[in-house]
């Protein structure tokens, strides 16, 4: 008898110009901790980038059966990254990058009932690096992400292969799904701390990589209140060892450098999160809103080891509140209150030298101490507005 199947081929093409620019000015810190400019401000990158990606994809997809449907696709890629000093000073920053790949995928479904759906699949993907990493790669000159350009060693493109197995359904105003997934990184490409100062480093390729987890989500509602829940499992990790020079880790050798084996985990990627949003909607016009935020640790910038004595950014849990209130049918009054309890916590965190150790917090460079600079989350926040819509 006959199947059903479905065919598509396609292209696409993306194409974007980008133009950069950075002065900078030489000072001093004073007693009180302010700036003092010791020379004039002077021209340190003037940069044109251009890239180019096209994409030539094929997929073809079969219904074995009324209930079983498999999935076969393809997509060659290619980048090409074109790059261009307007200065003058720097002709070694010059240079064209080209990345090709054909990414293979294969899917199988399973549908039982309309209402419920099972699939497995593989697929390979590739990602370029971007103008940013290929121009911040050398260790011997650490870029200040991501405002240098400079002239350094090519980059391998990052190529990934997914396993995925899930399902999904719904029952009425009930929806839900569940994955679990290992994802493996040939050549990934990671921004490696130099550990002189908080913000500088270089882009690398460390090998492989392994992000592999659990994702559920489910959504519901009764009558006027509705619910929705996300979490997420992920186990990321570090397959490929390497040395790293990272001199305000706890763990260094003398020369500052810090060895990373296969199993560490990458660090600023929290192990668990949570989402959960509730809805109150007692009539058409008037909604209230409430959403739940909560990661578990992760690990710190500069410990890619996971042995500074500092340990891991800690867990925290943040409320925010919403509500809307039609007034008419194109105005609309609303209000949000983010951090409710005015929780204090960080969700990212980097090694570096502390250049102010002292009592006073006077700038002493030859007495800095290694500890974490904290990216440090917002306080309570409140806001009230009008919102009017035109047709």
């Given at each position: 008898g006959t199947?059903k ?46 890239t ?13 059966d ?52 099972a ?11 971007t ?54 990184l ?8 130099s ?6 480093g ?13 994702e ?83 690990g710190?910038r ?51 030298r ?25 306080p ?12």
């Amino acid at each position: 008898g006959t199947r059903k199947n479905q065919f598509v081929l396609g292209a696409s093409v993306d194409a974007g110009r980008a133009r950069y620019t950075q002065d900078s000015q030489p000072a001093d810190f004073d007693a009180g901790r302010g700036a003092i400019p010791t020379g004039d401000f002077e021209s340190e990158t003037d940069a044109k980038t251009r890239t180019r990606n096209l994409g030539l994809y094929v997929m073809d997809t079969l219904a074995l059966d009324e209930r079983w449907s498999l999935t076969a696709s393809g997509r060659y890629n290619r980048a090409r990254i074109g790059i261009r000093d307007q200065s003058g000073a720097n002709p070694d920053l010059d240079g064209d990058h080209e990345f090709r790949r054909f990414n293979p995928a294969l899917g199988l479904t399973f549908n039982p009932t309309p209402a419920l759906t099972a699939y497995a699949s593989y697929n390979e993907g590739m990602r370029a690096p971007t103008a940013a990493e290929l121009t911040c790669a050398d260790p011997a000159a650490p870029c200040k992400l991501p405002n240098s350009f400079l002239a350094d060693p090519p980059l391998k493109k990052v190529v990934a292969h997914t396993i995925e197995l899930g399902a999904r359904g719904r029952d009425g105003d009930t929806r839900w799904s569940a994955a679990v997934y290992r994802t493996e990184l040939t050549d990934d490409i990671q921004f490696v701390s130099s550990g002189n100062a908080i913000n500088a480093g270089y882009f690398r390729n460390v090998g492989k990589t392994r992000r592999q987890g659990l994702e559920l989500t489910g959504s519901s509602k009764w009558g006027p209140v509705g619910a929705t829940l996300r979490y997420s499992l992920i186990d990321a990790s570090f397959r490929s060892g390497f040395i790293e020079h990272s001199p305000a880790n706890s763990s260094a050798d003398a020369n500052g450098d810090i060895v990373i084996a296969p199993g560490d985990r990458i660090p600023s990627v929290p192990r668990q999160s949570l989402r959960v949003r509730l809805d109150i909607e007692p009539t058409e016009a008037l909604s209230f809103g409430a959403n739940v935020v909560a990661n578990s640790r992760s690990g710190i910038r500069g410990d890619e080891n996971n042995r500074d004595v500092n340990g891991a950014v800690g867990g925290y849990t943040v409320v925010n509140l919403d509500a809307r209130w039609r007034l008419t049918k194109h105005v609309e009054l609303f209000g949000r209150v983010d951090n409710v309890f005015n929780r204090e916590y960080a969700n990212f965190a980097v090694l570096g030298r502390n250049a102010f150790p002292n009592a006073t917090k006077s700038f002493d460079p030859a007495n800095a101490t290694a500890e974490p600079f904290y990216g440090l989350g917002a306080p309570r926040g409140a806001w009230v507005g009008v919102r009017v819509e035109w047709e």
